[in-house]
């Protein structure tokens, strides 16, 4: 079982920045993906980036060139510096990993960007 544990969000001005983190613990093979995803209300679920255990990145069209994906493999974490928010970046964001035939999910964390 892996578990995953968010951190960050809150409220935001529109142009502001913030950063989510999550932690992953448990028992985590060594080729996985992490990344964020997100949901308003009345709305599937949607990618916003991903991350591989190279390094490599996938990024959404509407996030790309403000929000940068990080993570750091010793501590399993990973990262979203989300900068040049916008209204409609609002949502809940929910950290994933995903392994050989298995996805995890995190809680969620609230951000909201609103003058």
């Known amino acids: 079982q892996v578990q995953l544990v968010e951190s960050g969000g809150g409220l935001v001005q529109p142009g502001g920045s913030l950063r989510v983190s999550c932690a992953a613990s448990?028992?985590?093979?060594?080729?996985?993906?992490m990344g964020w995803y997100r949901q308003v209300p009345g709305k599937q679920r949607e990618l916003v980036a991903t991350?591989?255990?190279?390094?490599?990145?996938n990024y959404a069209d509407s996030v790309k060139g403000r929000f940068t994906i990080s993570r750091e493999n010793a501590r399993n974490t990973v990262a979203l510096q989300m900068n040049n928010l916008r209204p409609e970046d609002t949502a809940v964001y929910y950290c994933?990993?995903?392994?050989?035939?298995?996805?995890?999910w995190g809680q969620g964390t609230q951000v909201t960007v609103s003058s």
């Open positions: 991350i591989n255990s190279g390094g490599g990145t």
């Open positions: 994933r990993l995903s392994q050989r035939e298995n996805d995890y």
């Open positions: 448990g028992s985590i093979f060594i080729l996985h993906v």
